[in-house]
């Protein structure tokens, strides 16, 4: 997406043709700052320290490390430590088990001398690939806009809500759930976006609300429990989440707070869909709520809040007194029956294993 006039995505290979550049999404929305990784470690502190974050940028990351890793040693035993290590970095999100599959069953087959030069191309492809899946999201997607909006006035903006960020930060280019929303505005559609801030490391409020002020899009942060309230008053037409993870029956694993939303949106009779490419499918499990892993993160993240003050310094300070205790779950697990529908590359889909199946048959045979 364009920043500042300037084309970015969130992750790229550099003009020396084998480091790898990332925008450190830490540092936004006040600090725009680009990371070189010159290392597998390097890829994999990235992802744990959320530098890069969203399932399919973590996925895209990964190979990235993957060709970083072979670059520097291409024997078998380099190949399965960097995937594994790679693999440790986050539970959650599926894309990253996904992206380290795909490429050692791209690498191990080959003689060591063609490691790094495969592992960098097969990387570009799933970079790429993702590009073009979550501008096919987009399409599927704009059509749900399009028939919201041919019920508004002239000029009546079609009101989605979202949570966290599944905005093109959050992958390599145009996002998830919001390339509809980009594709819709870029066509002259009149929307805004409900921006849930989204507690505790408020990538909404950071990066989602950074993403759509760069595009001209309008959008409101809020707090993340205003959601609810907005629905019963008809000011949501549609909410459009992420997801990190999809089970084969349909249930959706997304940044913490989304089942709330879910549950709201039910209760209001408010359409509530999730965007997700392909390889955000587990078809290896059938029940979101007790298979997914939800990761834990540090109680730091809920304690401390970091900041840009008046006169232009970051700060950190704390917002729980010493000794209380914290809990931090990153994820929770929305069931199938609470989900209108999968805006997938292929489609708008029912949250079933039938729908997922039917779409994604060279996946679904997955053991
Ligand atoms: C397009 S996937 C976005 C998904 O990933 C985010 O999690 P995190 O920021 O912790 O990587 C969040 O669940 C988003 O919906």
Request: aromatic share 6%; hydrophobic share 45%; proline share 5%.
């Amino acid at each position: 997406m364009k920043v500042d006039g300037r084309h970015f995505r969130s992750i790229w290979l550099e003009p020396d043709g084998w480091s790898v550049g990332a925008i450190d999404q830490r540092r936004l929305p006040h600090e725009f700052v680009v990371a070189r990784l010159t290392t597998a470690d390097e890829a994999g502190e990235a992802i744990s320290s959320m530098l890069v974050r969203g399932a399919p940028l973590i996925g895209a990351t990964a190979a990235y490390g993957m060709a970083l890793a072979m670059r520097a040693d291409a024997s078998d035993a380099a190949l399965d430590r960097a995937g594994k290590m790679l693999a440790a970095t986050r539970p959650t999100a599926i894309n990253l088990k996904w992206a380290i599959d795909e490429m050692q069953r791209a690498l191990a087959p080959l003689a060591a001398s063609a490691r790094a030069e495969a592992a960098y191309a097969r990387a570009r492809e799933i970079a790429d690939e993702d590009v073009e899946i979550n501008r096919d999201i987009g399409r599927h997607g704009l059509g749900l806009i399009e028939k919201i909006a041919a019920t508004k006035q002239p000029g009546e903006p079609v009101n989605v809500l979202t949570h966290c960020n599944a905005g093109w930060l959050a992958t390599v280019d145009w996002g998830t759930a919001t390339s509809p929303i980009y594709q819709a505005h870029d066509r002259g559609i009149p929307v805004h976006v409900w921006v849930d801030e989204t507690r505790p490391r408020n990538q909404g409020a950071s990066l989602t609300a950074w993403e759509l002020g760069h595009h001209g899009v309008p959008h409101t942060v809020i707090p993340d429990n205003t959601g609810g309230h907005l629905m019963q008053h008809r000011m949501v037409d549609l909410a459009i989440v992420g997801t990190d993870r999809v089970a084969a029956n349909g249930d959706v694993c997304n940044k913490i707070g989304t089942y709330l939303k879910a549950l709201a949106a039910h209760d209001n009779s408010v359409p509530f869909y999730v965007a997700l490419p392909s390889p955000t499918i587990d078809f290896r499990i059938d029940d979101g709520i007790r298979q997914i892993p939800i990761e834990q993160r540090a109680a730091a993240e809920v304690t401390h809040l970091t900041g840009r003050t008046a006169d232009g310094r970051i700060e950190t300070v704390c917002v729980v007194p010493e000794g209380s205790s914290v809990a931090n779950f990153g994820f929770d697990v929305t069931p199938a029956r609470l989900v209108t529908g999968l805006i997938t590359e292929r489609g708008v889909l029912n949250a079933s294993r039938a729908a997922l199946a039917s779409a994604f048959p060279e996946r679904s045979g997955v053991g």
